[in-house]
């Protein structure tokens, strides 16, 4: 079992930087791929970006094509936390971010995800 909290969400005007935080307890954290996904109202949740588990020699990251450039996904195994810094936000931004966990591998997909936070609301304003 994994739990797992967000925090750092909220209002910034556009061109604005926020940093999410994911803080998590239970199991051993670095065994896991970790990912942040968001949904905004009305629509499906998506992929944001994720990071590959601590295991390998090599850390894997993959972002969605529309956050590319401007958000970078990092993690401190040391202290159980992941995080989200987020740079020249946009409107489109807007939604609530939800940091998930799943065995080894990245995947975008939110279905292999095992364990999920509560959220975190980002308002971008224009």
């Known amino acids: 079992q994994v739990t797992l909290v967000e925090s750092g969400g909220g209002l910034v005007q556009a061109g604005g930087s926020l940093r999410l935080s994911c803080a998590a307890s239970?199991?051993?954290?670095?065994?896991?791929?970790m990912g942040w996904f968001r949904q905004a109202p009305g629509k499906e949740r998506e992929f944001v970006a994720a990071v590959s588990w601590s295991g390998s020699s090599t850390v894997y990251v993959d972002y969605a094509d529309s956050v590319k450039g401007r958000f970078t996904i990092s993690r401190d195994n040391a202290k159980n936390q992941a995080y989200l810094q987020m740079n020249s936000l946009k409107p489109e931004d807007t939604a609530v971010y939800y940091c998930?966990?799943?065995?080894?591998?990245?995947?975008?997909?939110?279905?292999?995800?095992?364990?999920w936070g509560q959220g975190t609301q980002v308002t971008v304003s224009a």
């Open positions: 998930a966990v799943r065995q080894a591998y990245i995947s975008r997909q939110s279905s292999t995800y095992a364990y």
């Open positions: 239970g199991r051993t954290f670095s065994s896991y791929a």
